[in-house]
């Protein structure tokens, strides 16, 4: 789960990290006001569980009340990279002499931590890594050692000297933030020194562990503020894994790795897929009409691909579930049903037994996405 | 011949008496597998269908000889259940649990450097090795005994090639199902090392997908250390790119992790990629002259 920058920024101040002043603002009158009080000047960032803000118009200084209240009508109308917007941080302006860079994620390859810190920070630290990889100082960290003194002295020994003593406390509370709540990712870009020698963290990105929610209530609470599609909210609802997407195939599979092979199978028959959806293990007859329903609410949708390989997933259930739900609901499209491995024989049987007019049994993966391009009436 | 599990695997299975380790426990052994014990704290004594439960991993290796672990137990206790398993000394520990946090698993990695014991999973269907040993829930049925190794960090893609290789008369060595978790046991390279050295596997399969740098890693790998052929399939082609918020990510694996460049980099260390899943069986045929 990506933070706000606001929400990675209260987890900063509790663990000790300064950050500059600002108010969460959900109108633009909020943003007058809290300008009004930073002395006429400010910072109005959008909060979206993206990057790039500051390239596309999401982070913009302001030196009036009505400029912030402007910038932040704009941001909560228009959105910011297609992603809805309900509120901007609005933070005071600050004398900023240097500007770092600092980071630690997990390292899936290594099995560990890596933190990252470099002088050079406000930039874009991709091409930074590209072209100058020597300019960023990287260490691994055991998870079982913690973060120990070396590892902060090299990571914290290319920035002026009189920041280094501030630097290494962000550090070693990033590293700490990391491990007690369940981040795998902080960081920091830029971290910046005042002219008065100050450091602060200027932004915040931090990652939560979406298995580790579990034990951390107050962060899985934070889920709530995050704007959903009314029909992504419906699948999540029921356990399924939704992504919408923008063609007119709608793809029900069971399995991640099937499902993204779906979508790939689907684009070389010609078509597109109009989302994604994993039923996961073991699908029961609700959790497949429910995906129906939920593909079937999708106005785009041509036509819908049923694609289930059998391991505990039993193919006689998932039949059950696809008539159940056309019980249900009026079905406006064709279905392209593919059912393999675990009962399978028994699946198809039902299937044609009940001879049902919108759905078409096929035998392959291959076949049956030809089919549904067919049937979207965009392939041959 | 097989890696990792075959006829010497004697197994025992943690989280025995929950639903999920039950019905799979039941199935395995149906398979074929040796099932000699399980564990369930509290629930020692017992047995499931004549298989004896302990309340410990050490004492059911005592009494059984154990040399493998499945584990079902939940995501809050899994990692604790592999420790248990290293300390005991198991060879194997095949972890299937979903839903592990990283952090747990990043402390279980760093202990099992100073081990003995080899893990697959978590979040992974485990290991299969047709006609000797099923640990996992990969279906036994649409698996036949054979000369190609198989290599997923997918679950239902597994399935799906192995069933199309079936189909076609293309019998398995080993199916190593590896799982998608970030911090994860053996990976392409430690498969791929295994099969190198098993006389019984002829032709490796590897699947991947979006994400991460297994594959790219890989693809350097088989160009320096594999001398068989290799077949590689992978998933995500058409994803969407995934919401990722900092760019710490891409400077530690220097690749935007799309299924694009992972093609592109196993295809340059010589591996045969196929584009759908029934072209992987296609190729391997192919490969085989068969």
Not at chain 1, 280 to 285: N, T
Not at chain 2, 53 to 77: H, K, L
Not at chain 2, 78 to 88: F, G, R, S
């Amino acid at each position: 789960m990506d933070l706000y920058e606001h929400m990675g920024k209260d987890l900063f101040r509790a663990q000790g990290i300064a950050t500059p002043e600002g108010r969460v603002c959900f109108t633009p009158e909020e943003a007058a006001e809290a300008t009004a009080a930073f002395g006429g000047r400010s910072v109005v960032k959008v909060q979206v569980q993206a990057g790039g803000r500051g390239k596309g118009g999401g982070v913009v200084l302001v030196d009036a009340p009505e400029r912030a209240a402007d910038e932040a009508a704009r941001l909560l109308r228009d959105g910011f990279a297609g992603h809805v917007v309900d509120r901007v941080l609005v933070e005071e302006q600050l004398p900023i002499a240097r500007e770092f860079y600092t980071s630690i994620v997990l390292d899936r390859s290594a099995g560990d931590y890596l933190a990252l810190m470099t002088a050079e920070g406000g930039i874009d630290i991709e091409t930074l890594a590209r072209e100058r990889p020597e300019a960023i100082r990287r260490v691994h960290v055991d998870p079982m050692l913690g973060m120990r003194p070396y590892h902060v002295r090299t990571l914290v020994g290319t920035l002026p000297v009189d920041a280094r003593d501030e630097a290494t406390a962000v550090v070693l509370n990033l590293f700490d933030l990391l491990r007690e709540r369940d981040a795998t990712l902080v960081e920091v870009n830029p971290l910046v020194q005042l002219e008065d020698g100050r450091v602060l963290a200027l932004d915040a990105k931090v990652t939560i562990d979406d298995n580790a929610l579990v034990r951390q209530p107050d962060l899985a609470a934070l889920q709530d503020q995050f704007p959903i599609d009314p029909v992504e909210k419906r699948a999540k609802d029921a356990g399924l894994q939704y992504v919408k997407l923008d063609g007119e195939v709608g793809i029900i599979g069971n399995g991640a790795g099937l499902v993204m092979s779906t979508l790939d199978v689907v684009a070389q028959a010609g078509a597109r897929a109009a989302n994604f959806l994993d039923v996961g293990g073991g699908a029961s007859a609700d959790t497949m009409a429910t995906s129906l329903e939920v593909i079937l609410s999708d106005p785009a949708v041509r036509c819908v691909f049923v694609n289930i390989f059998g391991g505990i997933t039993r193919c006689d259930v998932v039949a059950k579930g696809v008539l159940e739900a056309l019980g249900r609901l009026e079905a406006s499209v064709p279905i392209v049903l593919r059912l393999d491995g675990t009962n399978a024989e028994e699946g198809r049987r039902i299937i044609a037994d009940a001879a049902h007019p919108r759905i078409v049994s096929v035998a392959t993966m291959d076949a049956a996405a030809a089919e549904a391009a067919r049937l979207a009436g965009v392939a041959a | 011949m097989s890696v990792l599990v075959g006829a010497d695997t004697r197994l025992l299975v943690q989280g025995i008496t929950g639903a999920e380790g039950t019905f799979h426990t039941l199935r395995d052994r149906a398979y074929g597998t040796n099932v000699v014990a399980g564990v369930t704290p509290g629930k020692g004594g017992r047995d499931v269908e004549g298989i004896p439960v302990f309340d410990t991993v050490a004492e059911a290796v005592a009494a059984t000889g154990a040399n493998t672990s499945m584990i079902f137990v939940g995501p809050r206790f899994a990692a604790e259940a592999i420790l248990e398993a290293a300390d005991a000394g198991l060879d194997l520990v095949v972890c299937i649990t979903e839903g592990i946090p990283a952090r747990d698993m990043a402390e279980v990695h760093a202990y099992l450097k100073g081990s003995r014991t080899v893990l697959v999973g978590p979040n992974c269907p485990g290991v299969i090795s047709p006609g000797m040993a099923n640990v996992g829930i990969i279906p036994g049925e649409i698996c036949s005994p054979g000369r190609v190794g198989f290599v997923s960090r997918s679950g239902t893609l597994v399935y799906q090639i192995v069933h199309e290789l079936t189909t076609i008369g293309i019998g398995q060595s080993t199916c190593v199902g590896m799982g998608g978790d970030p911090v994860h046991g053996i990976g392409f390279i430690e498969a791929l090392a295994l099969f190198e050295d098993d006389p019984g596997t002829d032709l490796v399969i590897l699947t991947g997908e979006i994400g991460g740098d297994d594959e790219e890693r890989a693809a350097e790998h088989i160009r320096s250390a594999v001398s068989k052929p290799i077949v590689a399939y992978i998933a995500g082609f058409e994803a969407p790119p995934g919401k990722r918020m900092g760019h710490a990510g891409a400077i530690v694996t220097g690749s935007r992790g799309t299924a694009a460049a992972k093609a592109e980099a196993l295809e340059a260390a010589g591996v045969g990629v196929a584009r759908t899943p029934s072209q992987v069986a296609l190729l391997v045929a192919e490969r085989l002259g068969t």
